[in-house]
């Protein structure tokens, strides 16, 4: 609820009495205050978000205790009332910081429209600071010149000028959300609100809520109307972020505000229009998740009007140094810590990892670096923390970059070295899947077990075990 506790500042004890059971009436905490100094008793013991203020009081002007609330951090808005109302008297309250000026007498009616425009103005701001504490003015730009971000950018340039829908694949960790932070700032709904759900972290009993927005009593616990995200995002854009991961009843109705851009809160009947450009992201294969029914097809073509694919750090390890390097300087600031950058093997350790996390754990590993460096200000491998698979050795990087045909002591390597470092990177590449490894190798699944029997020195199951095992 934006508006809670409220305080009736007013000398008159029946008006001050009608306005207090009014208040009250509206489920609102109401504290009455005859004097100015009861008034600053309240306000010393309490936050309040909403203050009814007579002009003249017995020791003093309402103006004054309004000239010093606007001193405070977080202050009530202030509606001034008075028998007395002028222009002038109007401008300075506005000047001093008055939310609304009300003139004796005035009716419920009345009472109830400052009310409504104190929700809403208060809401606004509500929305306003959260969007400012969630932006970081560190993570807005896609960092990396390799072949495949510079095609992404591209993209992004093409599509965020049209209004069409986008849906954004990609492995956890790859920056799904800056991609869609592009998307937007560089659309012509870059001056609206840019919205984000979190599909993924919302209780599924909720997230019809927060999508759709709630009328006041629609469920235990709704206290008062509520507007959804969609509504927050009228004329801008809206981020449904891990769109896989919402219940099918709440697609049907996605689908809906799709179609129409329309939509009725929880709990209500009124339909309410609403402006948006959609974007989803998602890290699961759509397309399976509607073949196993876990997700609507007609949703699905709806959301990937245009599919934007995220390369993962692996197929851009070119990328690493400048990202890591950008990292490494953003988490010397925060923590305070002095570094002046990798060393040689610290850097080569980098782009031999496989990075399963993507760039998040690109960010997290050059985090614990900076905090462990040493006096020297080097970051070296230890304090990485990283480990190099065999599968690693062999990067789809630059081929300047890797020699895998060459040993650490300089001799070549062997054709059968050669070709178990080969399976193994294939085997990665693939999460370990051999069924899929096999095929991309052009292998049967026999002769890739049989080979893998043979780099653990165990002896190959027979085809019936295998085939349980594969199974």
């Known amino acids: 609820m934006s508006i809670e506790k409220v305080i009736v500042l007013e000398d008159d004890p029946i008006v001050r009495g009608n306005l207090e059971n009014f208040l009250r009436r509206q489920k609102l905490d109401v504290a009455a205050a005859p004097t100015l100094a009861a008034a600053r008793d309240y306000l010393s013991r309490d936050n309040f978000d909403l203050i009814f203020m007579d002009m003249r009081l017995p020791d003093g002007e309402s103006i004054e205790l309004l000239k010093e609330l606007q001193t405070r951090p977080q202050h009530p808005l202030a509606v001034v009332m008075t028998g007395f109302g002028s222009v002038e008297s109007a401008v300075d309250c506005m000047k001093s910081g008055c939310f609304d ?115 006041k009593g629609a469920f235990t616990g709704a206290m008062t109307k509520r507007e959804g995200r969609f509504e927050l995002a009228h004329g801008g854009t809206i981020l449904l972020d891990e769109i896989s991961e919402i219940s099918p009843s709440v697609q049907a109705k996605l689908l809906r505000v799709l179609q129409e851009r329309e939509l009725e809160r929880v709990g209500g009947n009124r339909t309410i229009k609403v402006d948006v450009r959609v974007i989803a992201t998602t890290n699961r294969d759509l397309q399976q998740s509607v073949e196993k029914k876990e997700f609507r097809q007609d949703l699905y073509f709806r959301l990937n009007v245009v599919p934007v694919q995220v390369p993962p750090l692996r197929e851009r390890r070119e990328d690493i140094p400048e990202l890591a390097g950008e990292f490494m300087r953003r988490f010397a600031r925060k923590h305070g810590v002095h570094v002046k950058g990798f060393t040689d093997a610290a850097s080569n350790t980098l782009r031999q990892h496989n990075w399963p996390g993507n760039v998040r754990e690109l960010q997290n590993v050059v985090e614990r670096a900076v905090i462990l460096c040493g006096e020297n200000g080097m970051l070296e491998p230890e304090h990485l923390g990283l480990t190099i698979s065999p599968a690693a050795e062999t990067p789809a990087g630059n081929a300047n970059d890797f020699l895998p045909t060459i040993k650490g002591n300089g001799e070549m390597l062997t054709l059968a070295e050669m070709e178990k470092r080969h399976i193994l990177a294939a085997l990665d590449r693939c999460n370990g899947n051999r069924t899929h490894a096999a095929k991309m190798l052009n292998l049967s699944i026999r002769t890739l077990r049989n080979k893998l029997h043979e780099y653990n020195g165990t002896s190959p199951k027979s085809d019936d075990e295998a085939e349980s095992v594969e199974s």
Do not use: W
């Open 101 to 215: 000026y009300l003139i004796k007498p005035f009716s419920t009616e009345q009472i109830a429209v400052t009310l409504r425009k104190a929700q809403e103005f208060t809401q606004l701001l509500k929305v306003n600071h959260f969007l400012s504490q969630e932006s970081d003015d560190d993570e807005k730009e896609l960092i990396g010149r390799s072949p495949a971000m510079e095609n992404l950018r591209q993209l992004i340039r093409k599509v965020a000028r049209t209004q069409a829908t986008v849906l954004i694949h990609g492995e956890s960790g790859t920056g799904k959300e800056l991609v869609a932070r592009a998307l937007y700032r560089e659309s012509p709904r870059a001056q609206a609100a840019f919205i984000k759900v979190n599909c993924a972290a919302v209780p599924e009993n909720l997230i019809e809520s927060e999508f759709f927005g709630h009328e």
